[in-house]
T-cell receptor, first 112, second 112 residues
Framework: EPEVTQTPSHQVTQMGQEVILRCVPISNHLYFYWYRQILGQKVEFLVSFYNNEISEKSEIFDDQFSVERPDGSNFTLKIRSTKLEDSAMYFC??????????FGQGTRLTVV | GENVEQHPSTLSVQEGDSAVIKCTYSDSASNYFPWYKQELGKRPQLIIDIRSNVGEKKDQRIAVTLNKTAKHFSLHITETQPEDSAVYFCAASPPGDYKLSFGAGTTVTVRA
């Protein structure tokens, strides 16, 4: 069964450093998303991406965040200058035309 | 934007009993309502979903009901088993890019 895959599974970074989280969505999907989940809290929408551009972003997704689909398979989230409060589990998700979103296994980002 | 409220936050049931989780949403334009199960440290997994053109959907021991007038939807798990223990999230999505707004989650514990 096709799956969304994310790398790395865990990333530790120093405050102020840039990180890139990588995702390979399901191959025939059209919509791509990043969500985050702070430990013990709910899943929060960050950004949606369709037709090679951002379709919507949340208040969390400020100028420090960017997304890119550099080739036909990868979908990346970049945080330019990490802050302590960026520590969270980041989930990539993708969906086809039917709205069902399938999540990757997540990248746990720890900012120290 | 969409605001999803979920209750209860924790639910403990005896094995074999039923569990019911309720959610309300604020945006009347939302038309897609999935439920996700998240086990500790794992990705959210879609277990059932419902669209606004139906009032009820069932899949084995799991059922979801939707009341569009009242803007609430519920998850029903019958004959609960220990493996049903997890955090359950409801979500709502408007038409368009299918971004999900999640509820705060319900921690379900099934006692053997």
């Amino acid at each position: 069964e096709p799956e969304v895959t994310q790398t790395p599974s865990h990333q530790v970074t120093q405050m102020g450093q840039e990180v890139i989280l990588r995702c390979v969505p399901i191959s025939n999907h059209l919509y791509f998303y990043w969500y985050r989940q702070i430990l013990g809290q709910k899943v929060e929408f960050l950004v949606s991406f369709y037709n090679n551009e951002i379709s919507e972003k949340s208040e969390i997704f400020d100028d420090q965040f960017s997304v890119e689909r550099p080739d036909g398979s990868n979908f990346t989230l970049k945080i330019r200058s990490t802050k302590l409060e960026d520590s969270a589990m980041y989930f990539c998700a993708s969906s086809g035309s039917g709205a069902e979103a399938f999540f990757g296994q997540g990248t746990r980002l720890t900012v120290v | 934007g969409e605001n999803v409220e979920q209750h209860p936050s924790t639910l403990s049931v005896q094995e074999g009993d039923s569990a019911v989780i309720k959610c309300t949403y604020s945006d009347s334009a939302s038309n897609y309502f999935p439920w996700y199960k998240q086990e500790l440290g794992k990705r959210p997994q879609l277990i059932i979903d419902i669209r606004s053109n139906v009032g009820e959907k069932k899949d084995q021991r799991i059922a979801v009901t939707l009341n569009k007038t009242a803007k609430h939807f519920s998850l029903h798990i019958t004959e609960t088993q220990p493996e049903d223990s997890a955090v359950y999230f409801c979500a709502a999505s408007p038409p368009g890019d299918y971004k999900l707004s999640f509820g705060a989650g319900t921690t379900v514990t099934v006692r053997a």
